[in-house]
């Protein structure tokens, strides 16, 4: 399978998650636990037949930063599920792709990376947008959904954290750290669970079972592979085009199946969203002329 093509079927796949998580009536918390027990046994399969060890040696420095990144991956999935029950899969998608954005301003602060001029006119922008999807300002509208955009940021947030922690992370493997991060995500996600209503999956019907392994071992085991596997071999500017079909899927599919609306002002937000923040991670002529410059210098 061609890395290209890998990323194509992994942000399809990526962007029917919704559809998954509408079908099964559990807690989100209890969704994203079973959704991180299954994987984490999906990938410690796929690293035994591998034939490559881990080594606590190797990962040891960078353990608590991991299972750190495996906390927020196990909030980050509560979040947005609890998104998709409050608001339409379209807002909590959108709003969770403000994600990018998030990295850009931290980043900064975080690593000393300089912000360019492109950068806080797409993050102004994509800010714009956030703004119409919450409706603020629009006649009538009633801000029922505001919970819903408030837990997609949310999430949009925690992932955001998943990302500037593992760029701390440079000596570990992308199945090694897989494998970590969701035992970190079973780790905080197990007790939560427990003592918050207990397991509820002995009542579920078996399709609901069965759409929770799917969303397990196919959506998290085998696409997080895919998508690692992939991401080392595509160039960046390739890799953020193909991670657009994500929500795209996820938006029509909210439309044609599960036959939620859509307003014109939460479409006019998206593009701005959506279209910004492609924007900030792709890069221009004008860029790369720079980047040329300065690697001759």
Not at 78 to 94: G, P
Not at 260 to 267: D, K, R, S, V
Request: aromatic share 10%.
């Amino acid at each position: 399978m061609s890395a290209r093509f890998q990323m194509i079927l992994t942000m399809s796949l990526f962007g029917t998650i919704a559809l998954f998580v509408k079908f099964i009536d559990m807690p989100s918390a209890e969704i994203a636990l079973f959704r991180a027990a299954i994987a984490l046994v999906t990938v410690g399969v796929m690293k035994l037949f591998s034939g490559k060890r881990l080594s606590f040696k190797e990962v040891r420095g960078d353990l608590p930063v991991l299972l750190l990144s495996g906390t927020m991956i196990g909030l980050n999935w509560v979040l947005l599920f609890e998104a998709y029950h409050h608001t339409t899969v379209s807002v909590a998608t959108i709003c969770y792709y403000f994600a990018p954005v998030v990295v850009m301003i931290a980043s900064p602060v975080l690593f000393k990376e300089r912000v360019t001029k492109k950068q806080a006119f797409c993050f102004a922008m994509a800010t714009v947008g956030i703004v119409l999807i919450t409706g603020i300002g629009e006649p009538g509208k009633g801000g029922g959904d505001a919970l819903g955009i408030a837990l997609g940021l949310g999430a949009a947030l925690m992932y955001a954290s998943v990302v500037l922690l593992n760029k701390r992370v440079k000596n570990v493997s992308g199945m090694d750290k897989t494998l970590i991060q969701f035992a970190g995500a079973v780790a905080v996600l197990l007790p939560y669970v427990l003592f918050t209503g207990g397991m509820t999956i002995a009542k579920r019907e078996a399709l609901e079972i069965a759409a929770l392994f799917v969303l397990g071992v196919v959506h998290t085991g085998v696409c997080f592979y895919w998508f690692f596997s992939a991401l080392s071999k595509l160039k960046g500017q390739e890799a953020a085009i193909l991670s657009y079909i994500d929500p795209l899927v996820s938006i029509v599919l909210s439309v044609l199946v599960l036959g939620e609306t859509i307003t014109a002002l939460q479409i006019a937000g998206g593009g701005l969203v959506l279209g910004f923040t492609l924007l900030n991670e792709l890069k221009l002529p004008k860029d790369r002329d720079k980047a040329a410059k300065k690697e001759a210098v």
